[in-house]
């Protein structure tokens, strides 16, 4: 499956940004999807996930409250809903991909992956 990430962008501190991946090349309803995010000079960690049929999804500690995943089985995308953002929310955005129904919260659990896109709040 080929992903590609959207909707990133310059916001200010308490802005709201929605991203969206979109996804092509396999039957999207296989998988179970994933955002993960990467900071300058961090690690790439975990933001939030969904099941394969959408029906459980998971977040990191950080988004909880926030941050919102959602799927569209018929159109193909997953979107990562972003309010209340913060100075820390920053940077790079990354959708993945499993094909499993239950949602991982690791890198090691997703085999897919889209390019990135880049998420700037300032503070």
């Known amino acids: 499956v080929q992903l590609q990430a959207s909707g990133g962008g310059l916001v200010q501190a308490g802005g709201s940004l929605r991203l969206a991946c979109a996804a092509s090349?396999?039957?999207?309803?296989?998988?179970?999807l994933g955002w993960f995010r990467q900071a300058p000079g961090k690690e790439r960690e975990f933001v939030a996930s969904?099941?394969?049929?959408?029906?459980?999804?998971y977040y990191a500690d950080s988004v909880k409250g926030r941050f919102t995943i959602s799927r569209d089985n018929v159109k193909n995308t997953v979107h990562l809903q972003m309010n209340s953002l913060k100075s820390e929310d920053t940077g790079i955005y990354y959708c993945?991909?499993?094909?499993?129904?239950?949602?991982?919260?690791?890198?090691?659990?997703?085999?897919?992956w889209g390019q990135g896109t880049q998420v700037t709040v300032s503070s």
């Open positions: 993945a991909a499993r094909e499993y129904q239950w949602a991982g919260a690791t890198i090691a659990e997703y085999g897919y």
């Open positions: 090349g396999h039957t999207f309803s296989n998988y179970a």
């Open positions: 969904i099941t394969r049929s959408g029906d459980r999804t």
